[in-house]
Every structure is written in structure tokens, then in C-alpha cells.
């Protein structure tokens, strides 16, 4: 697909995976994005998952015909993108990969290929004689090699992985060309979950791309972002800032449906504070994926679990541990539990609560053995008091 006289998308869906990095489920598949960029010489920017490569050299083939590919350049590592690095090398054993220093030392760490290679640094460039192309470093966006491509005479971005999202190319890749409603969600909990350690090093890639003017940007996956440019570039903004939207993730474990109801009441208490904008996710029936990002998408976060081997509930765990591995700060958290004989779950939310800037707010509802009417309204008074501060702005 031509997507200017001297750039076209090569890329590939993948509709039968069914869980990125073993982890994340896809309900609307992948596409793992490369792209051609021809002047004179001719450079590929990234590859594709190997068990595409048939399909990729026709569409290769289909770009620029018999060309020989010059150039191999590498924005990112993960063999999603790697995976045919040495496929390639025998259908054409003299391209050239260029990368920065440590791409280079992961292409003979994970694919022992010799031939030419290209370093390149901070700036540096290369001329396609009728393109030419700059290279900008961003380390931790989200591997250490990572690294982003523009194509200066067209203004065109190449991010890597940045600003990419789950979900299949149906038909075309611009965005101007799809109805892009699945796209945005697919984005935040992209973001959240692969990104979202790493938003101090996007808030350093973000202002090395400042005062670029570009008219589109090619990610590694999802779609061609160009109408809508700009609100992907504010979306990873806001994201890497941990700004969270005006609402509420609401995350409860329960086994005997003691502590469920408990939360049933804190949305209630949500309610009738006027708040609107929540999502209620029961631990073991949400993907930890769906939480993650919600988690990531609102400003107020509440977590209810059962106290569990004199610990915490551990999918309840599970979820603490993944919001801490990603460094989810600046939140408005309440926290509820309930236990039978020695309370423990309420502690243990308590103190993630206190760590990275987060905010406990109204008082933590701690239920013993049964729920019983009095739970319920301190319950409610939870989610009046989180519902009052989400709305204040404060």
C-alpha cells in the first residue's frame, strides 16, 4: 500500500494469536507494521513476525518489484519486529543494518548475523539519494536499543513501537481510511501495559520530537496516524505524565461474595456522588490487562480484596504488584477489605496506596466475617467521598 511516491506500508495482520507476549490477550488480532522507503537505494524499516515472511517478500515485491533492498533499519529489537533479520540476509545476503550501537550487539545476540552493518548515533542521517533519513535515540521506549526514523522530505515518522496500538489493519492503514473507535482503547491499554514503566523516557522522546514538524507517524503497530496525529501524540503525552482521566477503576477480589457486595455498595456510593465515569472489574473475571489500563486511564483508583493466608487476596497481589512494576503514581486511591479473624488485606492496600505520590482518600472500610448493613454504608460513604474529590478536581 503506497502511502507517498516514495513510501509504502509492507506489513502484515495476524489474527491468530491470541495473546501478545504470552500475556495480553487480542481480540482484534496485531499487525506488525514495516515499511518501505525507496530513493535511489532503498531502505526497510523494521520486519515482520518470521512465520509472515512469505507473505511479506511478495508484499515487498509488490512495492519495488526485482529492487534490491539496501538498507535494513532497525527501530526496534523485539522479534516481532526482528523475527526475519536473517530470513532476509539469505534472500538478499548484502543488506546493510543499520542500527545503534546496541541494536547491532542484539542482532548477533539474538540472530548471530554478520554481513554489513551501519552504526548510528544521536542525529545522524542517511541519504537514499531522493530521501533521506534521521535518526532520533530513544532508549527505554521500551527496550534500551530502541529508536525512531524520519523520512525529512515528507515529514514521516517512524516511531518503533511508540505511539502503537493492539488490534488488525482491515482493508487500509491511514486512518483516515478506517474507523478508528477500536483503535483508542487498544491504545491506552497498549501503553499501560508494555509502555507504561517507562514514562519518564517517553516524556524524553516526546520533547526530543518537539519542534519536528510531522505529517504522519508510522508506527510498529496499529494504524498510519495522520488526521489524527496530534490526539495520538497528546494520548502518549498524557499517559507517560500519569494524568488520569475525571473517573474511577473500581478492582475487588471476593470469594464468598462478602467482599463483592462491599463493592457493590462503594458503587453505589460512586453514584450517588454524581460520578458516571467508572469501571467495576472483578479480580479473576477481568483480564489483569483491562485492569491495567483502566487503572491507567482514571484518576481514582479503588482496590477491595479479602485478606488471604494472612496476606492479601492473590490476584488482588497480583494486580498491586503489576500497578508498582509500572510505577502507576499521582492517583486518588480508596482501599476496602474484610477478613474473619486477623485483618490484613486493608494494610497491605493501605501501604501501596502511600508509595509514588498517590492520595488516599476517605476512610478505609475494613469489614469483619459477614457483610452486614453498617459495612454497606460505610461502603457508600467510600465511594461519596472518592466521587466528591474526582469531581472537585482536586
Known sequence: MKLTDHIWYVGVNDRDKERFEGLWPLPYGVSYNSYIVAGDKVALIDTVDNRFFSQFVEQVKDAIGERKIDYLIINHMEPDHSGSIALLRQWMPDVCIVGNRKTLSMVEGYYGQGGPTLEVTQGSTLDLEGAR???????????????????????????????????????????????????????????????????????????????????????????????????????????????????????????????????????????????????????????????????????????GAPTYNNGLFPLMQQIVDDLQGRVLKNRLIGVFGSFSWAGQAVKHLQAFAAQNGNTLVGEPVEMKQGFAAADGDRGRALGRAMAERILSGK
Not at 515529514?155 to 487500509?172: K, R
Not at 474511577?248 to 460520578?275: F, I, K, N, S, W
Open 133 to 303: 533519513l534521521q535518526f532520533t535515540l530513544t532508549p527505554m521506549v521500551h527496550w534500551p536499543e530502541t529508536m525512531m526514523t524520519l523520512e525529512t522530505e515528507s515529514h514521516t515518522l517512524f516511531s518503533g513501537d511508540a505511539f502503537g496500538c493492539f488490534g488488525t489493519l482491515d482493508g487500509a492503514v491511514v486512518d483516515t481510511d478506517l474507523d478508528t473507535a477500536k483503535y483508542w482503547p487498544e491504545m491506552v491499554r497498549y501503553y499501560s501495559n508494555i509502555v507504561g514503566k517507562y514514562g519518564a523516557q517517553v516524556q524524553m522522546a516526546l520533547r526530543k520530537l518537539s519542534g519536528v514538524h510531522l505529517e504522519r507517524i508510522c508506527s510498529t503497530h496499529g494504524p498510519v496516524w495522520t488526521d489524527q496525529l496530534q490526539e495520538v501524540v497528546k494520548t502518549y503525552n498524557r499517559l507517560s505524565l500519569y494524568e488520569g482521566e475525571p473517573g474511577v477503576c473500581l478492582v475487588y477480589g471476593t470469594m464468598y461474595g462478602h467482599t463483592g457486595r462491599m463493592a457493590e455498595a462503594v458503587a453505589e456510593g460512586l453514584a450517588q456522588g454524581g460520578l458516571k465515569r467508572f469501571a467495576m472489574h472483578k479480580l479473576g473475571h477481568s483480564d489483569p490487562s483491562y485492569i491495567i489500563a483502566d487503572a491507567f486511564r482514571y484518576k481514582g483508583l479503588v482496590l
